[in-house]
């Protein structure tokens, strides 16, 4: 059974740096792209970015380049995205998600981020 | 970007009923399209990809189609556990866009 368990999620202030991990069993993680996408309080749905298999190649959303970069360890299989120089606008549900050519065929749990002083 | 525009944003319909719902595209996405359902307090899950192939598990009552900037979800005979929020994307172009969303309840 394919599972991604996302952690890492907490208060942080404006300004503040952040870490998300993504666990992945169930299938051979080496052989997807990962995704993330966040899910903001109003529930629009907004993709951040994604990594190729052996994180050789990234690509980001215009909205969080420069800001967030996404990672993998695929010794462990775990998927990262590091969050720096957050905003307000930045708070939301963060999902690590699988990717088949760019449609989203599994999801985390999420992971709560808030962004606030 | 392209944008993804959704409608209805919210939809109320009786049991065994056939909804539709529509998404449209701001350029020609060429059929690189999917519908994610989300269930209240759970994360969404894939219906449909490249417009029309049902997801594995998918009950067949699920159908997309649709083709340039125009794509529909349609929901044969509603049963209750159809009440969800339903998400059109698009990923015929990077960034990956999200229509708003559809809230479906029962009436």
């Known amino acids: 059974e394919v599972q991604l368990v996302e952690s890492g999620g907490s208060l942080v202030q404006p300004g503040g740096s952040l870490k998300l991990s993504c666990v992945a069993s169930g299938f051979t993680f080496s052989n997807y792209w990962m995704d993330w996408v966040r899910q903001t309080p109003g529930k629009s749905l907004e993709w951040i970015g994604e990594i190729n298999t052996d994180g050789s190649k990234t690509n980001y959303a215009p909205s969080i380049k420069d800001r967030f970069t996404i990672s993998r360890d695929n010794a462990k299989s775990t998927l990262y995205l590091q969050m720096s120089n957050v905003k307000s606008d930045d708070t939301a549900i963060y999902y690590c998600t699988i990717t088949t050519t760019g449609y989203f065929d599994y999801w985390g749990q999420g992971v709560m981020v808030t962004v606030s002083s | 970007d392209i944008q993804m525009t959704q409608s209805p944003a919210s939809l109320s319909a009786s049991l065994g009923e056939t909804v539709t719902i529509e998404c449209r595209a701001s350029?020609?996405?060429?059929?690189?399209l999917a519908w994610y359902q989300q269930k209240p307090g759970n994360s969404p899950q894939l219906l449909i990809y490249d417009a029309n192939s049902l997801a594995d598990g998918v009950p067949s009552r699920f159908s997309g189609s649709g083709s340039g900037t125009q794509y529909s979800l349609k929901i044969n005979s509603l049963q209750s556990e159809d009440v969800a929020s339903y998400f059109c994307q698009q990923y015929n172009n990077y960034p990956y866009t999200f229509g708003a969303g559809t809230k479906l309840e029962l009436k």
């Open positions: 350029e020609d996405i060429y059929s690189n």
